[in-house]
């Protein structure tokens, strides 16, 4: 499983939103994420790849994760 971060743009505003992206390799994800950033770009909020990673629980917040950050 991997993890998708895009910037959106609209005029001066910027936010980050993230999307789970289902891919065999991370290529074949980064590929997936630029081609669904081109697709949403017919708008006026412009989307930007980031970044893309594989991920375990992305999005998640459990006690697992708390306790890595202790």
């Known amino acids: 499983m991997f993890m ?12 980050y939103v993230r999307r789970i992206v289902e891919a065999s390799s ?3 994800a980064e590929e997936k994420a630029k081609r669904y950033a081109k697709l949403m ?11 893309v990673i594989e991920a375990e629980r ?8 708390l306790k890595k950050l202790s």
């Open 4 to 15: 998708a971060e895009f910037k959106l743009r609209f005029g001066d505003r910027k936010w």
């Open 26 to 28: 991370i290529d074949e």
């Open 41 to 51: 770009n017919r708008g006026e909020v412009r989307w930007e790849l980031s970044y």
């Open 58 to 65: 992305p999005l998640l917040i459990g006690d697992e994760e």
